[in-house]
């Protein structure tokens, strides 16, 4: 088991980066907001109360004292048939959950769900959790010996036992891991996407792709909708180290239900609210109204961690001269104590707008606003590049790729390059000059589009 200490909880703070001048008649105001939590390690912390506390955590309580858990986790192992080919598949993903679950704190909730055409828990079984103890982990690991492939696929009904499971908790993380290394074919896509919307806000969860037969938009929407990460693993043999990396940081989360709140004046429009490091994730869609100009867009659960959002919205028209709050921005949570004292605010920070008859200043491109908008295409180029390649579209997949390659080299996304020289030739990087390879291991090319939405930081910090 990981040894995780006990120190204090998560502090939020809001930075905004922005050019907020703009020129005569300019309404579209662009803002990087970064959102840094530090200080929760990977423990659990004590709760804040009272309206003028500092950010808080949810209470992590001592289990075996009778206690709420801090978390609470289920991991799902696809064991449809095709898991037995070849049969070392079957016992990495057994071996991977096991490393999983030696990764569990003392006192954390979890299950085991077998995911066939049907979904049936592994451990404990009954309709509940266990808490992990030394006694316990053995426990799973010994019923995860049994466990053997047959079946189909039907991922919708394993996300909704596990809701079930989750909901018999009171821990406030809830998370999921999810492994499958095949197609949806025993549900219908609105199976899964019914179930995707019923779980979505209840839980997040992790997905991962093993070997190369299951499908990256599958995988890549479970996360997405789902709050978590996805990705691929080639060699079921990395899965262990995958596993346990994934539940070491489901362990370090300390806040959940994390909610960006965007309040805007009168007249303002938001035109897109995105999620733009670590990856891409786009919010807009996702807003939940909170009260008069105000909207609520899911972040999920935090630990030591940063991440940028790209806020855009349209002001009405001023004359030169005149400046406006054009958005407030803060990080809540909803009446975390369960008092109905309300949300409770962990951080804020403001976008403005400013209007200028000085050209230099309105034209000036915020260098955090720049780079993310890049980052945005570059997702996004990825994608249409192969989808086309996948259609014989071999000139318009040549022109999306060859400028997902001048991104990557202009923006410093060395990952992403180095992902996709191994599906194009480059010829010249900086004018996105490149030849699509005649043979493309499918390996390369699903891992290229799982990881397309992956970004990276800022180069330049000075802002």
């Given at each position: 088991?990981?040894?995780?200490s006990k120190?204090?909880?998560?502090?939020f703070a809001?930075?905004?980066?922005q050019n907020?001048?703009?020129?005569?008649?300019?309404?579209?105001v662009?803002?990087?907001?970064t959102?840094t939590?530090?200080g929760?390690?990977?423990t659990?912390g004590v709760?804040?109360?009272g309206a003028?506390?500092?950010?808080?955590s949810?209470p992590v309580r001592?289990?075996?004292a009778?206690?709420?858990p801090?978390?609470?986790?289920?991991?799902?192992v696809d064991?449809?048939?095709?898991?037995?080919y070849?049969?070392t598949k079957?016992?990495?993903?057994?071996?991977?959950?096991?490393?999983?679950?030696?990764?569990l704190r003392?006192?954390t909730?979890?299950?085991?769900?077998?995911g066939t055409?049907?979904?049936q828990e592994v451990?404990?079984?009954?309709?509940?959790?266990?808490?992990?103890?030394d006694?316990?982990?053995?426990?799973a690991?010994?019923?995860?010996?049994r466990?053997?492939?047959?079946?189909?696929?039907?991922?919708g009904?394993?996300?909704?036992?596990?809701?079930?499971?989750?909901?018999?908790?009171?821990?406030?993380?809830?998370h999921?891991?999810?492994?499958?290394?095949?197609?949806?074919?025993?549900?219908?896509?609105?199976?899964?996407?019914?179930?995707?919307?019923?779980?979505?806000?209840?839980?997040?969860?992790?997905?991962?792709?093993?070997g190369?037969?299951?499908?990256?938009?599958?995988?890549t929407?479970i996360?997405?909708?789902?709050?978590?990460?996805?990705?691929?693993?080639?060699?079921?043999?990395d899965?262990?180290?995958?596993?346990?990396?994934?539940?070491?940081?489901?362990?370090g989360?300390?806040?959940?239900?994390?909610?960006l709140?965007?309040?805007?004046?009168?007249?303002t429009?938001v035109?897109?609210?995105?999620?733009?490091?670590?990856s891409?994730e786009?919010?807009?869609?996702?807003?939940?109204e909170?009260?008069?100009?105000?909207g609520?867009?899911?972040?999920?659960?935090?630990?030591?961690?940063s991440?940028?959002?790209?806020?855009?919205?349209?002001?009405?028209?001023?004359?030169i001269g005149?400046?406006?709050?054009?958005a407030?921005?803060?990080?809540?949570?909803?009446?975390?104590?369960?008092a109905?004292?309300?949300?409770?605010?962990?951080?804020?920070g403001?976008?403005r707008?400013?209007?200028?008859?000085d050209?230099?200043?309105?034209?000036?491109?915020?260098?955090?606003v720049a780079h993310?908008?890049?980052?945005?295409?570059?997702?996004?180029v990825?994608?249409?590049?192969?989808?086309?390649?996948?259609?014989?579209?071999?000139?318009?997949a040549?022109?999306?790729?060859?400028?997902?390659?001048?991104?990557?080299?202009?923006?410093?996304?060395?990952?992403t390059a180095?992902?996709?020289?191994?599906?194009?030739?480059?010829?010249?990087?900086a004018t996105?000059?490149?030849?699509l390879?005649?043979?493309?291991?499918?390996?390369?090319?699903?891992?290229?589009?799982?990881?397309?939405?992956?970004?990276?930081?800022?180069?330049n910090?000075?802002?």
């Amino acid at each position: 088991m990981a040894n995780f200490s006990k120190s204090s909880v998560p502090q939020f703070a809001v930075e905004v980066y922005q050019n907020e001048y703009l020129p005569e008649g300019g309404q579209e105001v662009n803002a990087i907001v970064t959102v840094t939590a530090t200080g929760g390690g990977t423990t659990g912390g004590v709760p804040l109360t009272g309206a003028g506390a500092s950010p808080a955590s949810i209470p992590v309580r001592d289990a075996a004292a009778g206690r709420a858990p801090a978390a609470a986790v289920v991991v799902m192992v696809d064991c449809s048939g095709s898991m037995d080919y070849p049969p070392t598949k079957m016992r990495n993903a057994r071996d991977a959950t096991a490393a999983a679950i030696d990764t569990l704190r003392d006192g954390t909730e979890f299950s085991v769900v077998s995911g066939t055409h049907v979904a049936q828990e592994v451990y404990p079984g009954g309709g509940r959790l266990a808490v992990a103890s030394d006694h316990t982990r053995a426990e799973a690991r010994r019923r995860l010996r049994r466990v053997t492939a047959g079946g189909g696929t039907a991922i919708g009904a394993w996300l909704k036992l596990t809701d079930r499971l989750l909901a018999s908790s009171d821990a406030p993380i809830r998370h999921a891991i999810l492994l499958t290394d095949g197609r949806n074919e025993h549900e219908s896509a609105d199976d899964l996407r019914a179930a995707l919307d019923a779980c979505a806000g209840r839980f997040t969860c992790d997905a991962r792709g093993v070997g190369t037969d299951w499908e990256v938009k599958e995988v890549t929407g479970i996360a997405s909708a789902l709050l978590g990460t996805a990705d691929i693993v080639a060699d079921p043999g990395d899965l262990a180290a995958d596993f346990t990396r994934m539940m070491e940081t489901a362990m370090g989360k300390e806040v959940a239900d994390v909610s960006l709140r965007l309040w805007t004046p009168v007249g303002t429009e938001v035109l897109f609210v995105k999620q733009v490091a670590p990856s891409v994730e786009d919010l807009t869609d996702r807003r939940g109204e909170a009260g008069p100009r105000a909207g609520d867009y899911p972040t999920g659960s935090w630990g030591d961690e940063s991440r940028d959002y790209h806020v855009c919205v349209r002001v009405p028209v001023a004359a030169i001269g005149r400046e406006m709050l054009a958005a407030r921005v803060s990080l809540v949570l909803p009446d975390p104590a369960g008092a109905g004292d309300g949300p409770q605010v962990l951080s804020q920070g403001l976008v403005r707008a400013v209007w200028t008859d000085d050209m230099a200043a309105s034209t000036s491109i915020n260098p955090q606003v720049a780079h993310y908008t890049g980052q945005a295409e570059l997702a996004q180029v990825i994608q249409q590049g192969l989808d086309a390649r996948k259609l014989g579209d071999f000139d318009g997949a040549t022109a999306k790729l060859g400028r997902a390659v001048q991104l990557a080299a202009a923006s410093g996304n060395g990952d992403t390059a180095r992902l996709l020289a191994k599906v194009v030739d480059v010829v010249d990087a900086a004018t996105g000059t490149v030849r699509l390879k005649a043979k493309v291991a499918e390996a390369d090319e699903m891992t290229l589009e799982t990881r397309s939405t992956k970004t990276v930081r800022v180069k330049n910090t000075n802002r």
